[in-house]
């Protein structure tokens, strides 16, 4: 019989249908594994030569202002800009192309250079999340924008460009093939089986515990089944949510505490800045009611086995598919284990 804990197997993804390898027997395989330069702990709370932060001018010529809590900007070297004419082009079905158009701005959560989201008290970071309801809100209204993407990519192995603790968003007039990719799952569970994919994995989720990490009254946070990366997670919301514009009071709180704790615990596994790409899933804002969606954040950590050993996505998951050694079960029961009070104290 199978043992999900010992022999090799495949796990579907049950959000974009891929599949993932899992080989529990090999975490013990010798290891001289890429030694990755550790982030140095400590930055100062205001850097001069920093763009982002309060008073300082940015590359583009722009100077930001005095501001004492959060910050949107238009991203100066923006992926996608507003106006691009409409148009496409295929060369007998061979060379495919079509224009795209958005808008990309940065949010800062906070003046402080070095305040972190796992360092950041609730209440500030409610008002980070205050930001996303609104900017998703307000970019979703404008007609040729279809989907918001909000994300923050942290550390410099993730290849952020700058420690200040910000976002990206990212609004565009297509919708973006991850998204597409979970969109069509999902109205497809709902098509089949007349309910919505995450609260019914979610309620399964919570009946195990197995891979659940932590959770609010509003918000599980969990080790997905299916998950790639080593200390991969999701957040997902209790209620069926379509998207942050549906959020009420306690929802906004719950989703600022749940993350502060998440991030509290990551870092405390290698005592260290633990890099992530995080994003939030949910209804494109193409102007239809999207029932099948259900909100959630998606945490990509690629740290494996201490603050300096990353993994690597190459050879077979390249080629073939993603493979992970340590199962979503032990990374899971690991993350449990982290204490919620971060290792440099703070809030
Ligand atoms: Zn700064
Ligand atoms: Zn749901
Ligand atoms: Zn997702």
Known sequence: MLDLTLQPHRRLNLLDGSWVLVSPHRTDRPWQGQVEKTAPDAQPSYDPNCYLCPGNSRAGGARNPAYASTFVFDNDFAALVPGTPAGAE?????????????????????PRHDLTVARMSVPDLTLVVDVWAGQYADLGRHPHINHVQIFENRGAMMGASNPHPHCQIWASGSIPTEVAAEQARQADWRASHGSCLLCDYLALERESGERVVCENEAFAALVPFWAVWPFETMIVSKRH??????????????????????????????????????GFHQRPTDGLAHPEWHF????????????????????????????????????AARLRAMPEVHYLGGD
């Open 90 to 110: 295929d060369r007998e079905g061979l060379l495919i192309a079509a224009s795209e158009q958005g808008i990309c701005r940065v949010g800062c959560f906070s």
């Open 241 to 278: 949510l379509t998207a942050m514009d549906e959020f009420d009071q306690t929802e906004r709180g719950g989703l600022a505490d749940i993350m502060k704790r998440m991030t509290t615990r990551y870092d405390n596994i290698f005592e260290t800045p633990f890099p992530y790409t995080m």
């Open 296 to 331: 959630h954040a998606h945490y990509f950590p690629p740290l494996l086995r201490s603050a300096t050993v990353r993994k690597f996505m190459v050879g077979f998951e390249m080629l073939g598919m993603p493979q992970r050694d340590i199962t979503a079960e032990s990374a």
